[in-house]
């Protein structure tokens, strides 16, 4: 073997080590399983925006007269389902903002539907339910999993000798999933005065009109996971 392929292979196996002691495949490892944490993520609250739309149409059905509460709903999952198609790649900060907004705008949506017996008992409407609740459960779970993958990930590239390959590779901390707008944190106050207002359905042939009054309702709706 001539003296410059000893000389290359030397500086290959030279780099080998300079690589592996320095935890630069430690942080790749480590950075990848952030990416396969925060799609995760993406999935279920891709999943859950999906299911809004046929939720509000459902309740629609039986209450139509309350729309700035739909109104308020199908804007709030339009922010989340912008949020996932962000170009560049998503934000998990902004993701679990309009995520918590999406939340919020659901209280007083199930406290409303709380007030219609035959709505609570439709079929549709409980499958829907079930799934979003489903859902939500997978939400939090993914959100455990990936900010301990990013807490992993950041607290390794901060330590010595990682923190000079870091410098030298520019990996940058990564943001963990979680609220940072103080007003999607609040929960909001539900006003049930107007839902017992009465309402008029078609009459049958040669019939008069009935009114009928839907029950109002203190029930607190259920928390949804921000």
Same mark, same amino acid.
């Given at each position: 073997?001539?003296?410059?392929?000893? +000389?290359?292979? =030397?500086? #290959?196996?030279? !780099? %080998? /080590?300079?690589?592996? *002691?320095?935890?630069?495949?430690?942080?790749?490892?480590?950075?990848?399983?952030?990416?396969?944490?925060?799609?995760?993520?993406?999935?279920?609250?891709?999943?859950?925006?999906?299911?809004?739309?046929?939720?509000?149409?459902?309740?629609?059905?039986?209450?139509?007269?309350?729309?700035?509460?739909?109104?308020?709903?199908? +804007?709030?999952? =339009?922010? #989340?389902?912008? !949020? %996932? /198609?962000?170009?560049? *790649?998503?934000?998990?900060?902004?993701?679990?903002?309009?995520?918590?907004?999406?939340?919020?705008?659901?209280?007083?949506?199930?406290?409303?539907?709380?007030?219609?017996?035959?709505?609570?008992?439709?079929?549709?409407?409980?499958?829907?339910?079930?799934?979003?609740?489903?859902?939500?459960?997978?939400?939090?779970?993914? +959100?455990?999993?990936?900010?301990?993958?990013?807490?992993?990930?950041?607290?390794?590239?901060?330590?010595?000798?990682?923190?000079?390959?870091?410098?030298?590779?520019?990996?940058?901390?990564?943001?963990?999933?979680?609220?940072?707008?103080?007003?999607?944190?609040?929960?909001?106050?539900?006003?049930?005065?107007?839902?017992?207002?009465?309402?008029?359905?078609?009459?049958?042939?040669?019939?008069?009109?009935?009114?009928?009054?839907?029950?109002?309702?203190?029930?607190?709706?259920?928390?949804?996971?921000?």
């Amino acid at each position: 073997m001539s003296v410059p392929s000893r +000389r290359r292979i =030397a500086l #290959l196996a030279a !780099a %080998l /080590a300079l690589t592996t *002691g320095c935890g630069y495949n430690t942080i790749q490892t480590l950075d990848e399983q952030v990416n396969t944490a925060k799609g995760q993520i993406e999935v279920q609250l891709q999943r859950r925006a999906d299911l809004i739309p046929n939720l509000v149409n459902t309740v629609k059905g039986y209450a139509r007269q309350e729309q700035q509460i739909f109104t308020d709903v199908a +804007r709030a999952q =339009a922010v #989340l389902t912008g !949020a %996932l /198609a962000r170009p560049g *790649g998503t934000d998990p900060e902004e993701l679990a903002n309009a995520n918590a907004n999406l939340s919020r705008s659901l209280v007083p949506f199930f406290a409303f539907a709380q007030a219609y017996p035959q709505l609570k008992s439709d079929q549709q409407f409980i499958r829907l339910q079930d799934e979003l609740t489903g859902t939500e459960n997978r939400i939090g779970v993914a +959100r455990q999993d990936y900010n301990q993958a990013v807490q992993q990930y950041n607290t390794y590239i901060r330590r010595f000798p990682a923190a000079l390959t870091a410098k030298a590779t520019g990996a940058q901390p990564r943001k963990y999933f979680e609220v940072t707008d103080a007003s999607a944190r609040t929960v909001p106050t539900v006003d049930m005065s107007d839902v017992g207002r009465p309402t008029t359905t078609n009459a049958p042939a040669g019939g008069a009109a009935t009114t009928t009054t839907p029950p109002a309702t203190t029930t607190t709706p259920p928390r949804t996971t921000p």
